[in-house]
């Protein structure tokens, strides 16, 4: 087997060989050169073949239990014929780089079924923790055959709306009887959302969930909903008594096919593959400045003065951006 070879990787992912779909994701994460023009080609080759899977993004507050609803949902699913790729985006430390690879732990049932594909990647210090590849890797799962792609975030900073801008449906997961309903919840998060799952709801909590979803679903009302053509639902759902999990999915298949049948759905998607679009040339934008001999030069002289406040930090950038003008007018 060539592993330099494209071919290679295309023909396993298009076979629908577990061992290549995590070696082609393997290769996309990859930031050597070599590899990224390599992924860039077999990217190309696979994107006829993708967009057919119910995309779905979930995010929520720590502890509300978002693995353990997305093992419940994926078990579901699998029995009913579908095939579920999982990509958990774990947390990277900004000091060293590492990242809790837990998710395949917390999904043990799941991970064990041959039909569900649960990838756990590192956000790599990307914005809000939403992994640099995601889309990338969304692409690759559908090529081989998954049609329904679950993204889980970390649930902190902006990454909410990052996920949102990849995906079909986007849930929120809330928590009911912790205090204050709406407190620490962000106005922006629930124009988002598609729809609102209260968790946990079983035994004395389902009173509480309930009460919950009510006080949800009034102050939905003062929002603009993130589609003209759908009203956000509040819904109640418990994993551990597998309440509410089958009425969830229904929800995400209506909410499809409400946008199909008006042609928001393809829009979506086409505004989506603009919006990767620009956050690559914006990515690729800081690599080439951060390669750049004059300002390879001149940015620790910067650095070290802006810190001491020597310099001013509009001045510094201002500085090295020249470099990049200068150099573009050569």
Not at 154 to 176: I, N, P, R, W, Y
């Amino acid at each position: 087997m060539n592993l330099s070879d494209p071919h290679v990787y295309i023909d396993g992912v298009l076979n629908r060989q577990r061992r290549m779909v995590s070696k082609t994701i393997t290769l996309i994460e990859s930031s050597l050169p070599a590899h990224q023009q390599m992924a860039r080609k077999i990217i190309d080759c696979l994107l006829p073949r993708t967009g057919a899977a119910v995309r779905l993004g979930i995010t929520g507050v720590p502890g509300v239990g978002k693995s353990t609803f997305i093992e419940s949902l994926g078990i579901n699913l699998v029995k009913d014929g579908h095939r579920v790729a999982v990509l958990a985006v774990d947390p990277s430390s900004t000091r060293s780089g590492g990242s809790v690879m837990a998710d395949k732990t917390r999904m043990e049932k799941l991970s064990a079924e041959p039909n569900a594909f649960i990838r756990p990647s590192p956000s790599g210090g990307a914005l809000g923790g939403v992994a640099r590849k995601t889309r990338e890797t969304m692409l690759i799962c559908e090529a081989a055959g998954y049609d329904v792609i679950i993204v889980e975030t970390v649930g902190v900073g902006q990454s909410e709306s990052t996920v949102a801008s990849m995906v079909d449906f986007f849930m929120v997961l809330m928590l009911a009887g912790a205090g204050d309903e709406l407190q620490g919840i962000k106005k922006g998060i629930l124009e988002l959302a598609d729809a609102i799952a209260i968790t946990k709801a079983d035994g004395d909590n389902v009173a509480k969930a309930q009460k919950a979803a009510g006080i949800y679903q009034n102050a939905l009302h003062f929002l603009r909903p993130a589609s003209p053509n759908w009203i956000p639902p509040v819904l109640t759902c418990s994993a551990v008594a597998q309440a509410g999990i089958e009425e969830i999915w229904q929800t995400v298949l209506r909410h499809r096919k409400q946008l199909a049948d008006t042609g928001e759905l393809d829009l979506k998607r086409r505004q989506q593959a603009l919006n990767w679009m620009w956050s690559l040339i914006e990515e690729g934008l800081k690599n080439r400045f951060r390669q750049n001999p004059e300002v390879k030069k001149h940015l620790p002289k910067l650095t070290r003065a802006v810190e001491k406040g020597a310099t001013a930090p509009t001045l510094a950038a201002e500085e090295l951006l020249f470099f990049l003008d200068n150099q573009s007018l050569v």
